[in-house]
């Protein structure tokens, strides 16, 4: 972690709208949220983008949205008075609309973006053919064919909750374990119909929320029972019984960090517990 | 209209994004949501398009949406019952996935999708400086500069309500009566902290929803005071005092038609009354 007497540590609260881009992470060439994001702060700090270096609380994966992401930076101590939410929206709105900043400030800089993170929050919007398909909505909501008994949704869910190995619902990393607490899983109905998960965990492996609302989905709509869903869990093995749900359905909504003294406790506990490359 | 013993008359329920069409009404050249559904209605039906007319129920100008905009149309007996919302829908998702046919069914050859409408209900959402940009849910909400009070909102839209003389709402059009009753004009909050606006007439003259919206939005951020929102609505004549909202906050809800039985009444006493261009 870089840490420095001459700079400060701020934290941004960032949302986005994930169709137009590859995903969170920079890559050469692509469009992604951090490369608009380092570009725009380049721009505000009259910095070389090479300077310029985001950490962030939960990666997504390409088409994926957020309401709730949250990233750190240093920035030399006499630049920080300089990089407001309005300043960055101003550059943001001319090259990248569809990301908003929400909140600049200044946190101990101890605080980091990722390995200080409690809980994160999702949520997953999933439209069934009786539901009336909206084209406003649906940029940021997965159609599936089968229609969906609304109170299976729940029980199934209710089987995946708590301290589980996930490996049935990720995509394999090596010498990554799986072993997450999944704090709550629960349905609802928006205004329109719309089923939405809500999801909240410590960490997710790869694909796991996708990967969990695919299977209490083909639960609930009749392709695999209760008694299967409880043994594919328990299988701890990658199965074709269910899908990894497509990628614009989901939405990051929140992450949850300690106060501010717990916070170097934190994040020596999160570093020593788990593959760092996991989030 | 178009009547004939040897043609059916189907309604269509329809929703879209209107952020890429250039309103309703077919132009030549441009992507309006009228020529795409023509355009799919052609095919399904296998008809040449110059054969294929849509009637519509509450036109909507450019940039604006509807989640509740009916049509109708006479199709030749022969080809009605292969004319189903899946095919269109079919059709649709290739060219204009920005445009859901929710329901297609056959209605009395009396029903006319404009001339029979008895109310026609809007949503209008409004973001201040103190709500969240969410990337999301801004190709559908409009944002204003400065803060709204929330309870001026509502005091402000019951001084509009009622049986006027909409002109201060209206772009003039020459020879055209600005007379509506406004049923209703009532604010709420959604769940991200927007305000949004319900209104429901009869009928509207030309942009009264986004001038309304414009003049309580005025009066709620202390622009213009009661009284003079008062004066404005009594002085019959436009003014700059308040602006015409944009577009993309707007969309068209429902439209609600009577009971079969009543509908030859209905279709009389609205061409009767008022001049047939305005909706």
């Known amino acids: 972690m870089h840490r420095n007497g001459n700079s400060v540590r701020l934290r941004l609260d960032i949302g986005y709208d994930g169709t137009d881009f590859h995903g969170w992470a920079a890559q050469p060439g692509l469009r992604t949220v951090q490369g608009e994001l380092e570009s725009a702060l380049a721009v505000v700090l009259r910095l070389s983008e090479q300077f310029v270096a985001l950490t962030v ?5 390409a ?3 957020a309401r709730g992401q949250v990233a750190h930076i240093d920035v030399p101590h006499e630049l920080a008075d300089g990089l407001t939410e309005r300043r ?10 569809d990301i908003a900043v929400h909140a600049v400030r200044e946190v101990p800089s101890v605080f980091d973006a990722r390995f200080s993170a409690l809980r994160r929050r999702y949520e997953y919007r999933v439209r069934d053919p009786r539901v009336r398909r909206d084209p406003l909505t649906a940029r940021f909501t997965a159609d599936v064919s089968r229609p969906i008994d609304p109170a299976l949704l729940q029980v199934a869910s209710d089987e995946l909750l708590g301290l589980n190995d996930f490996t049935s619902f990720c995509k394999a990393r090596e010498g990554a374990t799986a ?6 899983f629960d349905w609802s109905r928006a205004d329109d119909g719309v089923f939405v998960a809500r999801l909240e965990a410590d960490a997710y492996c790869h694909s796991m929320v996708r990967s969990l609302v695919g299977a209490v989905v083909a639960t609930a709509s009749g392709r695999i029972g209760i008694t299967e869903l409880v043994e594919l869990r328990e ?3 990658r199965t074709s019984r269910f899908t990894v749900m497509p990628a614009h359905g989901l939405s990051l909504e929140e992450i949850s960090y300690p ?8 994040a020596a506990l999160t570093r020593a517990k788990r593959d760092p490359l996991e989030n």
């Open 57 to 61: 609380g939960g990666r997504t994966d």
């Open 63 to 65: 088409g994926v949205h």
């Open 259 to 266: 106060a501010d003294a717990d916070l170097a406790a934190r």
């Open 179 to 184: 072993i997450r607490e999944l704090i709550q």
């Open 88 to 97: 960055l929206n101003g550059v943001l709105r001319r090259g990248a609309p």
């Open 235 to 237: 299988a701890r093995a």
